[in-house]
């Protein structure tokens, strides 16, 4: 039977249920998730937010697929001034390595975001270190592409490191709908139009 999870993955916890060290935070510290679940996707140890959970692995070939050009969408909070230059750098698609090969990445939309977009933002557990002598700022990024670390590596290209990273949609699924929680059950016709897909 197909089973759907939506889930806020917290800071330092990785996307898999191995646990490769004793203390390393793993996806069924969360809910006791069925056996045959795995995450559509990942984040990175040191990123948060939306993560989709199924035994649907017709969903991983048609969502991750480059062909399907899926977005995905992340807040970063960036060190520095996002200046107009920097922000069609990115969107014109920056140069990267990635697994240890040359990518230029495809174009994607990007954004600063109002004080009042994040204001409601729960503090990160453990809190971002900020240097109080260097400005910061929240970006919005849609991209279409999920290389290791990409929005990672695509800002620190522009001048831009990030201090905090929160993937919150993935086409019109958005982090928002879990609510605050933690982990959400869904069904297939709710889900599918929400990533555009067909409902099977």
């Known amino acids: 039977m197909p089973c759907y999870y939506l889930i806020n993955k917290p800071y330092g916890m990785l996307s898999q249920f191995t ?29 948060e937010g939306l993560l989709i959970l199924t035994n649907d692995r017709k969903l991983n070939e048609a969502l991750l697929h480059p062909k399907n050009k899926h977005g ?6 960036v060190e520095g001034v996002p200046d107009p230059e920097k922000l069609r750098e990115l969107e014109r698609g920056v140069t990267i390595r990635a697994k240890g090969k040359t990518h ?8 600063i975001l109002s004080d009042e977009e994040t204001e409601n933002l729960p503090e990160r557990v453990p809190p ?10 929240w970006l919005e990024l849609t991209l279409t592409e999920g290389k290791n670390r ?4 695509m800002c620190a290209a522009v001048g831009l490191p990030v201090l905090r990273l929160i993937r919150v949609g993935i086409e019109s699924l958005s ?17 599918m139009p929400k990533i555009g897909l067909k409902t099977p």
């Open 19 to 47: 646990r490769e060290a004793p203390g390393h935070r793993v996806l069924g510290d969360l809910f006791p998730f069925p056996k045959d679940v795995y995450p559509v996707g990942r984040l990175d140890r040191d990123s």
């Open 175 to 191: 982090l928002s709908e879990l609510a605050g929680e933690t982990v959400k059950e869904v069904d297939s016709g709710w889900l």
């Open 104 to 111: 230029q990445c495809a174009p994607l939309r990007t954004r």
């Open 128 to 137: 971002v270190r900020y240097r109080k002598s260097v400005p910061d700022a």
């Open 72 to 77: 995905r969408t992340y807040w970063a909070r």
């Open 150 to 153: 990409q929005v990672r590596k």
